[in-house]
């Protein structure tokens, strides 16, 4: 009979099968609840052969690589490492304001960056490392296989594929017959977490997609200070889990305002909150005004470069869930 307890067991095993008593394993994870159980299942069957890589792309979410750190090395025993390639990143989207190029940068970027570390990792005995980690989930296995549906032709996401095909690796995915829900449960039973187990989901190309107009380090700031004032609040408020996904935008305008006795003239900020099950379609979330309210005032009066604030009430169709 299939339960969670036996496909842990079972899993290990043909991990530990397929890999052999030496070869290595490489994976790069992203703070996310799919790449984490994927490498705490990794390590519970190889142990160090596994070697997990965070790849610090510039536009992440606030304290995010120190975070991850702290929850993977020091509470689930992953061995990872954590590579600082921002400014490489912020470099190549210097002067790019379109949505999709930006996607394009941060995932050839990201592979470049993957590849150049992974071959700094030198198994003891001189081989190379063999396998590469992937936590695909069934979702992405299918999307792939048909590859043109319309999220796809809309928006680039780069989830399967793209690293094999430079280096030389062959593919686990230890996940890819599992659900959303079941990798969550999944993960419970592997002592991840909570939180990071029911973690809103957050797009590869990060805040970059959310400074919306050129990306620079003063603008990702800003985005990820504002954004993370209007989580806390979320969490603090007891919604987190009603809702399918939140963050901030920063747009590329200026407005007038007033903090005292001057006069301000300063960007706005967009706050995002939807509702849905499968994110072809979403619901912005019914706040009280009295939240808003209260974010409102928090974001303009902790965060520089911040005039106004507004909430966005336009659902999928028509909108999409992010801005670019
Ligand atoms: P949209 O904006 O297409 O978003 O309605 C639907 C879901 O997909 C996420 N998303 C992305 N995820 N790379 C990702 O990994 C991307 O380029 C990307 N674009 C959108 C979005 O956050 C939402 O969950």
């Known amino acids: 009979n299939w339960t969670m307890e036996n496909f842990i067991e079972t899993e290990i095993k043909r991990i530990r099968k397929l890999v052999g008593p030496t070869a290595e394993v490489i994976g790069a994870v992203s703070g996310g609840v799919d790449s984490t159980v994927a490498s705490k299942l990794m390590t519970e069957a190889i142990g160090d052969r ?37 400014e490489e990143f912020l470099t190549k989207l210097k002067g790019v304001t379109d949505p999709e190029k930006k996607r394009k940068i941060i995932g050839n970027t990201f592979i470049h960056v993957f590849e150049r570390e992974a071959e700094k990792i ?21 999307e792939s296989i048909s590859f043109k549906g319309p999220s796809q032709t809309i928006k680039t ?36 977490p909570h939180d990071l187990v029911w973690r809103h989901p957050f797009p590869g190309p990060g805040i970059a997609i959310r400074v919306l107009g050129e990306v620079t380090k003063e603008q990702v700031e800003i985005a990820r200070k504002a954004d993370n004032i209007y989580i806390e609040e979320i969490k603090q408020a007891g919604l987190y889990n009603q809702i399918s996904q939140a963050f901030a935008c920063l747009l590329p305008v200026k407005s007038v305002g007033v903090m005292g006795d001057q006069r301000t003239y300063d960007q706005v900020i967009a706050l995002r909150a939807i509702e849905t099950t499968d994110f072809m379609t979403a619901d912005w979330f019914p706040f009280e005004h009295s939240f808003l ?32």
């Open 122 to 142: 030198k198994p003891k005995d001189g081989k190379e490392i063999q396998f590469l980690l992937q936590g695909t989930l069934y979702p992405d296995v299918i």
């Open 157 to 192: 996401h780069h989830n399967v594929g793209g690293l094999l095909e430079n280096m030389k690796l062959k593919l686990i995915e230890p996940l890819r017959e599992l659900f959303k829900d079941e990798v969550r449960h999944l993960g419970e039973l592997l002592g991840i």
């Open 50 to 86: 596994f070697h997990a890589i965070l790849v610090d792309n510039g536009v992440l979410r606030l304290n995010e690589a120190a975070n991850v750190k702290k929850t993977l090395v020091e509470g689930l025993k992953i061995n990872l490492m954590v590579v600082d390639a921002s």
């Open 293 to 324: 309210k209260k974010v409102a005032a928090r974001i303009v009066n902790e965060v520089d470069g911040v005039a106004r604030v507004t909430y966005d009430i336009t659902s999928k169709p028509p909108a999409t869930v992010e801005w670019e």
